[in-house]
């Protein structure tokens, strides 16, 4: 069985803080891909990034970062400065060689950016 | 491109009424899926399909029913609504096997 937690419900920054989002994840096979997506409050879902199992090199675009830790299995993202617009509810999500088509999608975290 | 449409964006319905959302794609994606929304809960699975003519069970799909007869339609039946399938219903669909998937606007149902 596959399983994603994201134990923070919702987080609270003030503009231009840093906030880190915890992505952690549950899988027996050896080859898995991981996702993050992004909810605005329109309602829309947003892909962020794709990572497979066998990279675990980290990933910076813009003011966003992603590190990857297969010995923790974590999937953890960053937003450097953050801003009023990166306010959104993100989730996490993991699909794999026993599960292909199927994505298993963490609870989310809210991010509250305040000016 | 279009992208992945639904339709309808909102719906009230009754206990015991059927219904169809529909999801269509023109990306000539292979996998498409059905996922509902609930506070707190993430996404959940209900129906995807890995190609036209295959389908298969997610996490939750009692109450729902799909077919996949071209690669461009996905629609999700609701055999008889129940007030536990107020949720937003999201249709997504992939090129395939650990692609990123993309997610339609959604469909805001509310079952009375």
């Known amino acids: 069985a596959q399983k994603v937690t994201q134990a923070q419900t919702e987080i609270s920054v003030v503009e231009k803080e840093d906030v880190t989002l915890d992505c952690v994840y549950e899988?027996?096979?050896?080859?898995?891909?991981l996702f993050w997506y992004k909810q605005p409050p329109s309602g829309e879902l947003v892909f962020l990034i794709r990572r497979n199992s066998f990279d675990e090199q980290n990933e910076i675009s813009g003011r966003y970062s992603w590190n990857f830790q297969k010995s923790t299995s974590s999937f953890n993202f960053t937003i450097t400065a953050s801003q009023v617009v990166d306010s959104a509810v993100y989730f996490c999500a993991l699909t794999s060689t026993d599960s292909w088509g199927k994505l298993q999608f963490g609870a989310g975290t809210q991010v509250v950016v305040t000016p | 491109n279009a992208g992945v449409t639904q339709t309808p964006k909102f719906q009230v319905l009754k206990t015991g009424q059927s219904m169809t959302l529909q999801c269509a794609q023109d990306m000539n994606h292979e996998y498409m899926s059905w996922y509902r929304q609930d506070p707190g809960m993430g996404l959940r699975l209900i129906h995807y399909?890995?190609?036209?003519?295959?389908?298969d069970q997610g996490e939750v799909p009692n109450g729902y029913n799909v077919s996949r007869s071209t690669t461009e339609d996905f629609p999700l039946r609701l055999l008889s609504a129940a007030p536990s399938q107020t949720s937003v219903y999201f249709c997504?669909?992939?090129?395939?096997?650990?692609?990123?998937?993309?997610f339609g606007p959604g469909t805001r149902l509310t079952v009375l």
């Open positions: 399909s890995v190609g036209a003519g295959i389908t």
């Open positions: 899988t027996r096979d050896t080859t898995y891909y």
């Open positions: 997504a669909s992939s090129y395939g096997q650990g692609r990123e998937q993309f």
